[in-house]
């Protein structure tokens, strides 16, 4: 059997799409850009899920690289790397597809309703 060995941009760049292929995870990263950061107990309050639902949505958010978290005593506080969102975007553009800027209003529709 033929063995492919991929770039290794491109195998992040596969964690960070496959990370943000799932609607939750989009939900928590929309949450994370409304604040700076956030604790995980505050993500649970803005969405329809358990607790250990978000802690395991933000695992894998973590391992692609797209959350930083750091844990005080028995919170756990989290917040964007948002320099990796902008290489996913640039690496998509780099793919062919176009990133097209949402219009300012619409990114404050998703703010507000991210942390409504």
Known sequence: MK?????????????????LAHPARL????ALMARNACCCGEIVEVL?????TVSQHLKILRKAGLV?????GPRSCYCLDREAL????AEMERLGLPIVPAPAESRAERRDEAVA
């Open 48 to 52: 329809p899920l358990a607790q250990s």
């Open 68 to 72: 930083k978290g750091e844990i005080s």
């Open 27 to 30: 939900a928590i990263v929309r």
């Open 3 to 19: 063995r492919m060995d991929y770039p290794q941009n491109d195998v992040l760049l596969a964690l960070r799409i496959k990370a």
């Open 86 to 89: 902008t290489s996913v975007a």
